[in-house]
């Protein structure tokens, strides 16, 4: 049987999975492949390449249509979908054969709340599979691969080879997606112009540069204040914060101190 080869496969391309491979190698193939005489794979994407790629004949069960199929893999539970991925083939599957009825109950054992969240999440399959490889890596959740859905791929391509080879967590990663999206789109700045602004190699640098980009007159404001208050020469163990975003004068102070004589001691200052 010839299997069809769709682009929206492409995230499944991960031969060089390590553990996936290791486990077909060490005990073989456990569950079947599912797929539709028409050579549509209906469950198994990882499995049938990395089989592929192990020069190994992959199990696959054919049927002749969808029909009842769909309920026999869910109710038999022959399918673990680990991310979510995998999540998102399989509605896209069930999509092409139920249009927008996808059965409730498919959806929750697929872990979305409704019909909308499985097609925002479906929309993630289209990134490029080198990227979405770097984002499972990570382990980063479901937000991040929201935020990269809204770039274009050659922006993606060059985050690849730039932000996404440093030290990141998921808040640094959300808040450079947020502030370079934004700023691009705003600015009509090509992302590679803004990007090559910025002279540094790390990511902490990278968000304080998108940040002040992001929000300019703030950012000024902020320098402003920051050197008024390293003018006044405050006691160690002190800060002093705007308090509320400089829609009004007021600052909040906070001091550490070591123990209860010491506040005695700052408050007779």
Known sequence: MDILDKPRWRWSFFTEDASLLESLKTVGQLLPIWALKSGEIVDGFKRFW????????????????????????????????????????????????YGDDVPDSFLKKLGFKDLFTAKKVSRYLFIPQNILKIVLN????????????????????????????????????????????????????????????????DADGLREFLYQKRYPRFSAQQDEFRKKVKDLKIPAGMTVEPKD????????????LDNLEDLKKFIQK
């Open 245 to 256: 975003a400089f829609e009004t004068e007021r600052v909040e102070v906070k001091v550490t």
């Open 138 to 201: 990570y382990g980063w959740a479901e937000s991040v691969y929201e935020k990269l859905g809204r770039f274009e791929d050659e922006e993606l391509l060059l985050l690849e080879k730039t932000v996404f080879t440093w030290s990141l967590n998921q808040n640094k990663i959300i808040q450079i997606l947020d502030y370079l999206f934004e700023t691009s789109r705003r600015d009509k700045i090509a992302t590679h112009t803004l990007l090559g602004e910025f002279k540094g190699q």
């Open 50 to 97: 990395a089989l592929s790629a192990l020069g190994v004949e992959p199990q696959i069960m054919t049927v002749e249509n969808q029909e009842g199929l769909f309920e026999k893999i869910f109710n038999l539970n022959l399918f673990s979908p680990k991310n979510i991925l995998d999540r998102g083939q399989i509605f896209l599957t069930l999509k092409e054969h």
